[in-house]
């Protein structure tokens, strides 16, 4: 199969499988009582970053490590310039000093940890710069540490409930779904990764380039969605929530699962693209300030 059209159906089934994974996942937890804050802290968050997820598990699976690390940092770079850029021409995103302006410095902190942590050859003159399962280890606790903080933030972010299904499924439809949600992700994401492959070795460029462009701004159709229905909805708080706790997902769970499966070796060139993520927040720090 072309490799093109492995990328466009595996974007389909990706996307697809992400929200039949919210829908179903939301279902059941309303039948427990959970609350449509700790839903959309959790559910909703996660699912709108498993494609990301999903495709980095498959392309450590592989070995496609290139793939891998590019697709977290271009996906990071594109939630800032592409999905804040577009969501500010719909409405203007100011948002008060509240849950959003707490995460805001851990997304930074994500990013100057990465670049920490990868750079083994610039810091301890290692021969191999590489993301190990021990890094993995470090990014998983921050993650655990940054899931705990949200939990604890007392003030409620208006608008949360607004953007999460009213639906209410049985328990078989319910588990039906995730069940959906979960193959079309797995699927979704081994065929991203073999076209993505296929792309770079008929154009004879990089893995690394391809997922930094064209993987991760399709893993991050999720994240663009939300951020526009909630610029729509003029809910700048949700809009650039969105993206913050995106952007900190990527880096501390998304890269610590994948560097748990397998060491990813990073190449110094990389650390533009780390740059150029750090410039971003910090852009958004100065825009939003």
Same mark, same amino acid.
């Given at each position: 199969?072309?490799?093109?059209?492995?990328?466009?159906?595996?974007?389909?089934?990706? =996307?697809?499988?992400?929200?039949?994974?919210?829908?179903?996942?939301?279902?059941?937890?309303?039948?427990?009582?959970?609350?449509?804050?700790?839903?959309? $802290?959790?559910?909703?968050?996660?699912?709108?970053?498993?494609?990301?997820?999903?495709?980095?598990?498959?392309?450590?699976? *592989?070995?496609?490590?290139?793939?891998?690390?590019?697709?977290?940092?271009?996906?990071?770079?594109?939630?800032?310039?592409?999905?804040?850029?577009?969501?500010?021409?719909?409405?203007?995103?100011?948002?008060?000093?509240? #849950?959003?302006?707490?995460?805001?410095?851990?997304?930074?902190?994500?990013?100057?940890?990465?670049?920490?942590?990868?750079?083994?050859?610039?810091? /301890?003159?290692?021969?191999?710069?590489?993301?190990?399962?021990?890094?993995?280890?470090?990014?998983?606790?921050?993650?655990?540490?940054?899931?705990?903080?949200?939990?604890?933030?007392?003030?409620?972010?208006?608008?949360? /409930?607004?953007?999460? #299904?009213?639906?209410?499924?049985?328990?078989? *439809?319910?588990?039906?779904?995730?069940? $959906?949600?979960?193959?079309?992700?797995?699927?979704?994401?081994?065929?991203?990764? /073999?076209?993505?492959?296929?792309?770079?070795?008929?154009?004879?460029?990089?893995?690394?380039? =391809?997922?930094?462009?064209?993987?991760?701004?399709?893993?991050?159709?999720?994240?663009?969605?939300?951020?526009?229905?909630?610029?729509?909805?003029?809910?700048?708080?949700?809009?650039?929530?969105?993206?913050?706790?995106?952007?900190?997902?990527?880096?501390?769970?998304?890269?610590?699962?994948?560097?748990?499966?397998?060491?990813?070796?990073?190449?110094?060139?990389?650390?533009? /693209?780390?740059?150029?993520? =750090?410039?971003?927040?910090?852009?958004?720090?100065?825009?939003?300030?």
């Amino acid at each position: 199969m072309m490799p093109y059209i492995l990328l466009i159906i595996g974007f389909v089934l990706l =996307i697809k499988g992400a929200d039949f994974l919210v829908e179903g996942a939301s279902s059941i937890a309303r039948r427990l009582k959970v609350s449509d804050l700790v839903i959309g $802290l959790t559910v909703v968050a996660f699912g709108t970053s498993t494609p990301e997820l999903f495709v980095n598990i498959i392309a450590s699976i *592989k070995g496609n490590t290139g793939i891998a690390i590019g697709n977290v940092l271009g996906s990071n770079i594109a939630n800032i310039f592409l999905i804040l850029g577009v969501s500010s021409i719909i409405f203007p995103l100011a948002v008060g000093k509240g #849950t959003v302006w707490k995460e805001i410095p851990l997304s930074l902190l994500a990013a100057i940890l990465l670049g920490i942590l990868a750079n083994d050859r610039l810091i /301890d003159k290692s021969s191999l710069s590489v993301l190990s399962k021990i890094d993995g280890i470090v990014f998983i606790s921050f993650f655990i540490i940054f899931i705990y903080y949200t939990f604890g933030i007392d003030k409620r972010v208006e608008g949360t /409930d607004e953007h999460l #299904t009213k639906k209410h499924y049985g328990l078989i *439809k319910s588990s039906l779904l995730i069940i $959906l949600g979960l193959i079309g992700l797995s699927l979704g994401g081994k065929w991203i990764v /073999d076209g993505a492959v296929g792309f770079a070795l008929r154009l004879g460029i990089s893995e690394s380039l =391809i997922g930094l462009t064209i993987v991760a701004v399709g893993t991050s159709l999720p994240e663009l969605a939300t951020s526009v229905v909630a610029a729509f909805k003029k809910n700048a708080e949700i809009a650039v929530g969105n993206v913050v706790g995106s952007n900190i997902f990527n880096i501390f769970f998304v890269l610590g699962i994948s560097s748990i499966i397998k060491p990813l070796p990073f190449q110094v060139k990389s650390n533009i /693209d780390i740059g150029v993520a =750090i410039l971003a927040i910090a852009l958004k720090i100065n825009i939003l300030g």
